[in-house]
Nanobody, 125 residues
Framework: QVQLVESGGGEVQPGGSLRLSCVAS????????IGWFRQAPGKEREGVSS????????YYAESVKGRFTISRDNAQNTVYLQMNSLKPEDTAIYYC??????????????????WGQGTQVTVSS
């Protein structure tokens, strides 16, 4: 069964760090692009970061550039999202998903499928 499971969320103070993990099962993650998205209460789900399999290229939303880093460990079938200098506006449920092979765009929800259940990130003093 194809599945993605996110973990690593929690509550941190502004300026803190978290590392999220997205573990794949039922398929080889290294063959697919993977994206991280987030959804805050009352807001649309938005793209945060994604990583290409073929090129290793990474993509980031403007709001997280310089603070977040996406990486992958194919041996562990896992994609990570290192989040530093966290801000209260980063508070959301974070999801990972598989990029459709025929998709266009790297940070749009329509390009992704097989969403995980999400992990809550709360940034508060």
């Amino acid at each position: 069964q194809v599945q993605l499971v996110e973990s690593g969320g929690g509550e941190v103070q502004p300026g803190g760090s978290l590392r999220l993990s997205c573990v794949a099962s039922g398929f080889t993650l290294g063959y697919y692009g993977i994206g991280w998205f987030r959804q805050a209460p009352g807001k649309e789900r938005e793209g945060v970061s994604s990583i290409s399999t073929q090129t290793g290229h990474t993509y980031y939303a403007e709001s997280v550039k310089g603070r977040f880093t996406i990486s992958r460990d194919n041996a562990q079938n896992t994609v990570y999202l290192q989040m530093n200098s966290l801000k209260p506006e980063d508070t959301a449920i974070y999801y990972c998903a598989i990029r459709r092979p025929d998709a266009t765009g790297w940070l749009v929800t329509e390009a992704y499928t097989r969403w995980g259940q999400g992990t809550q990130v709360t940034v508060s003093s």
